[in-house]
């Protein structure tokens, strides 16, 4: 086990460093995880990076569940990140096993010392490509609880599968980033008659066409046309069954409401840093019906708790990268960046001097 670690913060908006601290040896009931990966979640990452996440400047109250003036955290940012893969390298806890390859959600940093009490601990099975591990404890599973929240809308607490939101039903995705691309793939994976994926950026769009997935650009004609015409259910129904709204653009939420049918369901994936501003709920949201429900992975639909953890969520995220994870790693994962080269990478993606779909940082020795 090395004697120091490195990490990445955030000390200042624009100023972010990787620190080197000495590593915490294992005590009893815990163990010791040396980094193989670590992805870039890019949307709250750079909110963080760029100054705009509201836990800056204000404070969660989690028993009122509101914001409160005055911030929490503030600055130095220690912790970023929740998709880590590392090796066990020595253990003193019984439910952990000593070279065991694991998925959690520390942040990161080049090495860790986890507490299974405290800490998700996935084991990753192996067959599965190290890579592909990181989106098994938490991107892969805030994809899953979309789909559980469109099936819960449908059925209540009667969801028997992941899938029951999405079979034999007209699905569109809003939003190309990781997010909408897992996303849109869970949905195909589980039956849904057509996944549709609305994205503006010619990147994106082409990486969706290469994991098999349609497309339409909202720049080129208007997709709330195109879809309705497409998708008629009765007359003066038409459009989307569900939307799963997974961009950070209040645009795209706007837009997401547009391309539902009426008295349908938008599940909502997005971070909204900058807020909301150009959604306009006197229009199709008012006349239409709708209904806007975020799914975010603080917590699954109202009564499901007991049967839909995490655990089982990332255990369907599991059986998704089994099929479709060597066009994943081969599509999305754009950018391996060793750890020393982050702070770099988090100000060229801030202004847009480079484009990556789903970096990942790696380590090497400490």
Known sequence: MPGSERTLMIEAPRRAVVRTHPAAPPSDGTFHARTIYSGLSAGTELSFFKGTNPFLTSRWDADLGLFQPGAEAGYPVRKLGYMEVATVTASRSAGVAEGATVAMTYGHRSGYRGDPLVDRVVPLPADLDPLLGIYVAHMGPICANGLLHAAAELHGTDVRELGDGVRGRRVAVTGGGVVGMLTALFARFHGAAEVVLVEPTPRRRA????????????????????????????????????????????????????????????????????????????????????????????????????????????????????????????????????????????????????????????????
């Open 207 to 366: 990486a969706a066409a290469a994991l098999g997935l349609d497309t339409l650009d909202p720049d080129a004609a208007d997709p709330a046309v195109e879809l309705k015409a497409r998708w008629p259910h009765a007359p003066r129904d038409r459009g989307a069954d569900v939307v799963f709204q997974c961009r950070g653009r209040s645009a795209s939420l706007g837009l997401a409401l547009r391309l539902l049918r009426p008295q349908g369901t938008v599940i909502d994936l997005a971070f909204y840093p900058g807020g909301a501003g150009e959604v306009r709920l006197g229009e199709e949201f008012h006349h239409n019906g709708l209904a806007i429900r975020c799914a975010q992975i603080g917590r699954v639909p109202r009564g499901l708790g007991h049967l839909w953890d995490r655990e089982r969520l990332s255990a369907e995220t599991i059986d998704l990268l089994r099929v479709e994870g060597a066009a994943i790693a081969a599509t999305l994962v754009t950018d391996l960046v060793p750890i020393e080269q982050a702070p770099g990478l988090l100000a060229d993606l801030t202004d847009r001097r480079r484009h990556a779909m789903q970096a990942v940082f790696t380590f090497g020795e400490s």
